[in-house]
DNA sequence: ATATTAGGTAGGGAGTTTCCTACCTGTCAA
DNA sequence: TTGACAGGTAGGAAACTCCCTACCTAATAT
C-alpha cells in the first residue's frame, strides 16, 4: 500500500537530532559545518546523521567544490502523511467527543 | 509549538511491530492475546511494546476482568500530521515539477 | 480450595545506536 | 606546491533496544 515508506524512514525521524537537521532545511539547503553549528555534538557525528537521513531518502546531497550542500527530500514525508490517513478517523472522533462535552458545559 | 509531540511518540513508531500493533487497532479494541496471535513473536515481548505504546500515549488500557483490553488513541497522531505541516510545502512543489515534466512529453 | 488463564515484571544476552577521536581524501588559496 | 579547510570513514565505548525464559499476581472455572 505504501511500499516506498520502510522502516529506515521512521527510524530516521526517530531521532531529535534528525528532526532538528530536517527543521533547518527547511530553510533551504546548507553544508554539513552550518548545519553541525547547531548542535553540542562533533562533525563526524552530525555527519553519520546525515547519511541516516540520506539513506532514507529524506535529504539529497549535492558537491560544490569542497562543500556538499544538503537539501530536504519531502517525498517519504508525503507517504507518511498518507500512512497518517488511515487514523484520521480516530482523532476526528475524539474532537466530536470532546466538542459535545464543551457544548454541554 | 508541539508541545505533546514528543520523542516516545517517534520512538514507539520506530518500530514495525508497534506500527502493526496499532494498524491492528485500527479494527477496535483487542486483548493482549489477541495481538499476540499476529506476531512470531511470545507474548511478553507484545506485552512490552504495548508498554512503549502506552507510554507515548498511543494505546489506552481498560481492565475487564483479568483481560486488559487495548484501544488505539490516535491524539498524537494528529500531532504527528501537525509537526508534517511545515514540509508539506516542499512536496507540493516536487509534484509541481513533475507534473510540467509529464506535461512536456 | 485448586487449577487454569490473562497478562505484567525481572533479568539477561545479542544486536544496534550514538557518540567519540583519529585519520583520510579532495579542493582551494598562498 | 604546500598548507588549510570541507567533510567522509574507521574503530571503539557506553547506552539502549528487542527478544528471550522464568516468574509473579489477579481473576475465573471446576
Do not use: C, I
Not at 520502510?6 to 537530532?17: G, H, I, K, R, T
Not at 553541525?36 to 567544490?65: C, I, N, Q, W, Y
Amino acid at each position: 500500500m505504501n511500499p516506498d515508506l520502510n522502516d529506515d524512514v521512521f527510524a530516521a525521524l526517530a531521532s531529535p537530532v534528525r528532526r532538528a537537521l530536517l527543521t533547518l532545511l527547511l530553510d533551504g539547503p546548507r553544508t554539513v559545518n552550518e548545519l553541525a553549528a547547531h548542535f553540542d555534538m562533533r562533525r563526524p557525528s552530525v555527519s553519520e546523521h546525515l547519511k541516516v537521513l540520506r539513506d532514507a531518502e529524506l535529504v539529497s546531497e549535492r558537491r560544490v567544490g569542497r562543500e556538499r550542500h544538503y537539501s530536504l527530500e519531502a517525498g517519504p514525508l508525503m507517504e507518511l502523511q498518507e500512512w497518517l490517513h488511515p487514523y484520521e478517523r480516530f482523532w476526528r472522533e475524539r474532537m466530536a467527543g470532546l466538542r459535545d462535552v464543551l457544548e454541554d458545559m
